[in-house]
């Protein structure tokens, strides 16, 4: 209705809520709030929960935006889930599998701002930084809906459960414009008792990726290399698993990826070829995320925009922690 009174250049620019002064409360709830009110669940229903855990679980997924948060602890009570880390991980893909009102207006800003779209897409996908200025009117826009938030003078989207899903958007999107299915993407190749075996997704995307992108310039795989890759991964675990981008990993031009698949946390980093000491930085800066997730094995996945591979891929010890290098050298020819 709000839109059919105002013309566009008057929308856009005032808050969805129609106040007349500034409302610069922060209405989030942080990890200690959110372990207050489960305090209050647990000494109603002596379930026995880690109340610490599961409260920051729940604010690592959502941010505490308190939408999200209510939702997630609704699933698990109502369902009913277990009140653990494997319960909440449960509930998130529960959550990012339904419609409600805040996804469908999340969804509906990007379809119908062709500009707004892009950005999201840049940041997600490409690793495009941002400045967090609300005189640009994309910013403005996603500031409003609590989509977008301040993080050090930089936009960012607020929380886990928003990422992947407006990233499971633009991969939906991507289905319906164009064919990218690998066909042994789906198959039981990848998963043995109930276990999803992260190499064979690697060696299968590497050898997808020649076979189906090996004419693409360097720019292309650039842009679209880590949709490619969601795209792959997210059929092989086909809604018995589910994702999570890591956010503050963008800043340095890579991805971290978690997939939470069978109780188990899977960390993939994807990264551009940048040559042999950016190869070795990037073996720093996984295990330094490895050691701070408390997990001891990663994946290492380099797009080289090269007619052969700088080396074979691998399996080694750095600092501590099992690497799995997929070095993916997709062009055949200049």
Known sequence: ?????????????????????????????????????????????HIGMNIQEISE????????????????CKTVAELPLEWTIQGIDEAERLLLGDNNTLFDDMIKNILENEK????????????????????????????????????NGKAAISNIIFETRITNFFLAMRQHTK???????????????GKLDMNAVATRFSAFMHSEYRDEDGIFIERQARLLFLSFLKAVINGSGNYAVEPQTRGNRRMDIVVFFGGKEYIIELKIWRGEQASQNAYDQLAGYLNSK??????????????KSPR????????????????????DKE
């Not at 001891?296 to 090269?306: H, K, Q």
């Open 116 to 151: 707004y779209s892009d950005m999201l897409k840049d940041m997600l996908l490409c690793a495009q930084e941002y400045d967090f200025d609300t005189l640009a009117p994309e910013i403005n826009l996603g500031a409003i809906y609590g989509v977008l938030v301040n993080k």
């Open 294 to 307: 408390g997990q001891a094995e990663g994946w290492l996945i380099s797009f080289a925009n090269t007619l």
């Open 179 to 193: 064919e990218y299915k690998d066909p042994q993407a789906e198959s039981s190749l990848f998963i043995h008792d």
């Open 312 to 331: 074979e891929s691998r399996t080694f010890s750095h600092n501590g922690c099992t690497i799995h290098e997929t070095v993916i050298a997709y062009r």
């Open 57 to 72: 679980r729940i604010y690592y997924y959502t941010g505490g935006y308190p939408f999200l948060v209510s939702r997630i």
């Open 1 to 45: 209705l709000r839109k059919k009174i105002r013309p566009d250049s008057a929308h856009s620019y005032n808050s969805p809520w129609n106040i007349a002064a500034d409302f610069t409360i922060d209405m989030s709830f942080s990890a200690p709030e959110i372990a207050t009110m489960l305090e209050s669940y647990e000494a109603d229903h």
